[in-house]
């Protein structure tokens, strides 16, 4: 397997948590992996994965250890910054026809205009059918934006400052539009014929394409993402353009990680969850006990008769890398970053011994004891890695899935991977990077 390639190839069919869950089922499934629903005990080297709700998904490979002594995770989050498609999103306006939008994470609003974009997701109708909806993805597909104010008239935009100038509520897509029609302005029929003549154009497709009605947006999740594919970066070609590298980056290195290794000693996980761009909740996110109930199934398909001491043990013994990415050192915006506790694009994968903001607020701080193990076997297996921060402790800060992982007393250390542009539409990662986080992943598991 060409690392680099496939991974490209995940950042192109996973633009969604749903698309991610099912690219890393179906690996899954050529690794031997199937739905624990179908099985009815465990052994060594069995392989099985639990999702929820097709957006969260944990991989385990059974080891020879009992669950009790706990499990090595490797725990990463597949959703990205993106916009959200309301659910009474139709209107129009003087001739053009829009979706309205709620933006979804961290995102820096001004970046999202005059770019192209496309539509993803599912939109599910009364009678149980779910539509999967992928636009502006194919070279033949039309793609959609968000228009902005031309310099000439943007004076008072422009003094704005750059959280406000953008309005959230002006995020909204350009979807189809329709020529002014010419008519008398006393002519009250004209009129009515003119009225919202665009919008029912783009009705009659959705219904005549996709056989969408316009009430089963009601009932939607459709995301608007970045249109294109991600590219080699540089004359060099050492890096790589994409979106929702954080935390996709890590997602797939974990899981190919995992994919690629042989059974063990102790039983190991890959955990992939949603929603942690907004606090890791909902029941598909890493504050939900989606986890906790996938260790469950496995102790009663593991032991007779079922336990919950073992359930709480195997949690509170385990092992994990939080899989979630690093700033990377941006030479121009030097003065955000402490340059000797830093990463570097190309240095390796990083640690990150705590996130949280400013003082350590909603950070896991992982034991020293755990680092230096880590240490070890990275060293003796030639693993580059640095350890680093976000940036200057005053300059704000970020969480990641640690402190959620770490409240079942287990060992937590964030480890992933720097990049440059974090939460832009694009952003930016050094395939060294990549290659050494899936052989630190993967040395990890033997822990």
């Keep these: ?79 990205s910054p993106r916009l959200d498609v309301k659910q009474n999103p139709l209107y129009e306006q003087e001739f053009l026809v829009y979706l309205n939008t709620h ?17 993803h997701g599912v939109v599910c109708t009364k009678d149980g059918k779910t539509i999967n909806v992928k636009i502006g993805e194919d070279p033949d597909d039309p793609v959609f934006v968000i228009s902005d104010i031309l310099p000439h008239l943007a004076q008072k935009q422009m003094k704005a400052p750059a959280a406000e100038f953008i309005p959230g509520e002006k995020l909204d897509l350009i979807i189809g539009g329709e020529s002014p029609v010419k008519h008398d302005k ?28 316009p009430e089963d947006f009601g009932s939607s999740e459709l995301e608007v993402v970045p249109a294109g594919n991600a590219r080699d970066l540089g004359l060099d070609r050492s890096m790589i353009l994409g979106y929702g590298q954080d935390d996709r980056s890590c997602a797939f290195t974990s899981a190919m990680a995992l994919f690629d290794s042989k059974a063990g000693v102790k039983t190991q996980c890959c ?7 907004i606090g890791s909740v909902g029941a598909t996110g890493m504050a939900s006990h989606f986890f906790e109930n996938a260790v469950a199934e496995l102790v009663e398909r593991s032991e007779s008769p079922y336990s ?12 994990m890398l939080s899989s979630d990415v690093n700033a990377a050192f941006d030479p ?17 994968i990083v640690f990150n011994k705590y996130t949280g903001s400013r003082g ?88």
């Design 332 to 348: 121009m915006n030097a003065d955000l970053f402490d340059k000797l506790n830093t990463s570097y694009l190309g240095g390796g």
């Design 103 to 119: 933006y979804y994470g961290g995102i820096k609003k001004y970046q999202w205009v005059t770019m192209p974009l496309a539509l």
């Design 186 to 213: 006393d002519d009250s029929k004209e009129k009515s014929k003119a009225k919202d003549l665009a919008k029912k154009n783009i009705l009659k497709i959705l219904k005549d394409k996709y056989g969408i009605e």
């Design 360 to 447: 350590k607020s909603g950070a896991s701080d992982a034991n020293p004891e755990f680092i230096a193990r880590l240490r070890n076997v990275l060293d003796k297996a030639e693993v580059r890695y640095q350890m680093a921060e976000l940036g200057k402790v005053d300059e704000g800060g970020g969480g990641t899935i640690a402190y959620l992982a770490a409240k079942y007393g287990m060992n937590v250390l964030d480890a992933g991977v720097a990049v440059l542009s974090m939460h832009a539409p694009w952003e930016v990662t050094n395939c060294f990077d990549i290659e050494q986080a899936y052989k630190a992943y993967k040395v990890f598991l033997t822990l």
């Design 308 to 319: 919950e001491l073992t359930v709480r043990r195997c949690l509170a013994n385990s092992n």
């Design 1 to 79: 397997m060409d690392l680099i390639q496939e991974y490209k190839n995940f950042l192109n069919l996973g633009k969604t948590e749903r698309e991610c869950n099912a690219f890393l089922i179906e690996q899954a499934k050529k690794h031997g992996y199937k739905d624990i629903n179908d099985v009815k005990s465990l052994k060594k080297g069995d392989k099985v994965y639990v999702s929820k709700m097709n957006k969260a998904v944990a991989f385990f490979q059974i080891g020879s250890e009992e669950l009790s002594n706990g499990i090595n995770i490797l725990g990463a989050h597949i959703d």
């Design 271 to 277: 955990l992939c969850v949603d929603k942690e761009e």
